[in-house]
Nanobody, 123 residues
Framework: QLQLIESGGGLVQTGDSLRLSCAAS????????MAWFRQPPGKEREFVAS????????NYAASVRGRFTISRDNIKEMGYLQMDSLKPEGTAVYYC????????????????WGRGTQVTVSS
């Protein structure tokens, strides 16, 4: 099992930046790809970004490309999502996920999930 715990959420204003963190424990984190998803209020969960085990490959949803950056530190067993130029539509619960296989397919099923952290962007 791989346990994931997100942190770093909060209330920010439009245009602000925020960095989310995902702390991993259990199975070898450095063998897993990871991703960030978000679920806006009243909507379905949606893909945000993914990164392969080494950090050498990344993929982003069109809505965040150029504003968000996914990264990881395998020594610290941490994943990150740097969010810049936040917009009100970025208000959501953000989830960290991990899987043995990296995929750029947004519907790729991930085996491990955190419980989420709330991000609220005020206009």
């Amino acid at each position: 099992q791989l346990q994931l715990i997100e942190s770093g959420g909060g209330l920010v204003q439009t245009g602000d930046s925020l960095r989310l963190s995902c702390a991993a424990s259990g199975r070898a984190f450095d063998r897993h790809a990871m991703a960030w998803f978000r679920q806006p209020p009243g909507k379905e969960r949606e893909f945000v970004a993914s990164i392969n085990w080494s950090g050498g490959m990344t993929n982003y949803a069109a809505s965040v490309r150029g504003r968000f950056t996914i990264s990881r530190d395998n020594i610290k067993e941490m994943g990150y999502l740097q969010m810049d130029s936040l917009k009100p539509e970025g208000t959501a619960v953000y989830y960290c996920a991990a899987d043995l296989y990296y995929s750029e397919r947004e519907g790729h099923p991930y085996d491990y999930w955190g419980r989420g952290t709330q991000v609220t962007v005020s206009s």
